[in-house]
């Protein structure tokens, strides 16, 4: 680990766990206590406002919080790969905001840090086909907004329903994405892929928070296996 990340560390598990030792900072970044004691001495140096003492433990004020986008060169790498996913597989308008973030990123980073954002070797090509997200702007809108979604499907047999649903969640899986609701003709929990949507319309319809119509039920469900249509 370089040394700028473990003092970021430092930071990062003082604000996540209040008081500690050099010895338990020392175990959790793999370094000696003589070390934690010369990051820390550093640390206050530069302006990060440590509390306490070698042998006793150090702390960070209640009220103290890390400047924005204090980011290693790992975290910019995971950044840029998860936005190049976002580009190449969810809707344009959630496409435009991911290269919107990047952007701001970037445009505060150290100078010795904004090469990483260039980094070509983590990359996702855009692989989608259109119909695969045509439709989840309007459907995350409605889980978003708790609104009820009237659609007309088409499922892997080539038969056509009209429904009414609750949204609850997307998923992709590589591949293509599907849609978690509660679908009020069939009376139970449901899954329905997007790109076999014919026709869909986002009603002003919104629906309570109902247990037993919940995402976190049909999450506990779904170890049973998926149930299209």
């Not at 959630?94 to 505060?108: C, I, M, P, S, Y």
């Not at 994405?177 to 986002?202: H, K, M, Q, Y």
Request: include cysteine; aromatic fraction near 8%.
């Amino acid at each position: 680990m370089r040394r700028a990340d473990r003092l970021f560390q430092i930071v990062q598990f003082l604000r996540a766990k209040g008081t500690l030792t050099a010895e338990e900072l020392a175990r959790q970044l793999g370094v000696s206590p003589r070390t934690i004691y010369r990051d820390v001495r550093d640390l206050v140096r530069s302006g990060i406002p440590v509390e306490g003492e070698a042998g006793v433990g150090y702390a960070l004020p209640s009220k103290f919080d890390l400047p924005p986008l204090m980011f290693t060169e790992g975290e910019i790498s995971a950044l840029v790969l998860g936005i190049s996913m976002v580009r190449a597989f969810a809707d344009p308008e959630l496409a435009t905001r991911a290269r919107a973030v990047l952007d701001k990123v970037q445009a505060v980073l150290p100078g010795e840090l904004r090469p990483a954002i260039e980094d070509l070797t983590l990359f996702a090509p855009p692989g989608q086909r259109p119909d695969q997200t045509r439709h989840l702007e309007a459907l995350r809108g409605a889980i978003a907004q708790r609104r009820k979604v009237r659609l007309e499907y088409v499922d892997g047999r080539s038969r056509t329903s009209r429904r009414t649903i609750r949204p609850l969640g997307l998923y992709f899986w590589g591949t293509v994405w599907t849609l978690s609701a509660w679908c009020e003709l069939r009376g139970e929990f449901r899954n329905f892929r997007p790109d076999r949507i014919e026709r869909l319309e986002v009603l002003d319809e919104t629906f309570p928070d109902d247990p037993e119509k919940s995402l976190r039920l049909y999450l506990e469900r779904m170890i049973g296996g998926e149930d299209e249509g």
